[in-house]
């Protein structure tokens, strides 16, 4: 919904002109034209981040899923 923030496993930082190239012709076009594949990238970077990972630990000790 609008106004609401993805979680971290979501986004891919992208420098300006990058960032509009990728809302001006689109996801898929974007990933095709880069040979990428945004969401995988933001959950490898997600998952090497020791932030995230303490912050899993935590919701994991808590119990919470």
Do not use: N
Not at 9 to 30: D, I, K, N, Q, V
Not at 32 to 51: G, L, T, Y
């Amino acid at each position: 919904g609008t106004g609401l923030k993805p979680g971290d496993e979501y986004c891919l930082s992208l420098c300006a002109a990058h960032h509009r190239s990728s809302h001006t012709h689109g996801e898929m076009t974007f990933e095709r034209d880069h040979k990428i594949d945004m969401k995988a990238k933001a959950q490898e970077f997600a998952d090497a981040s020791p932030a995230l990972k303490r912050y899993r630990a935590k919701q994991l000790m808590a119990g919470v899923r």
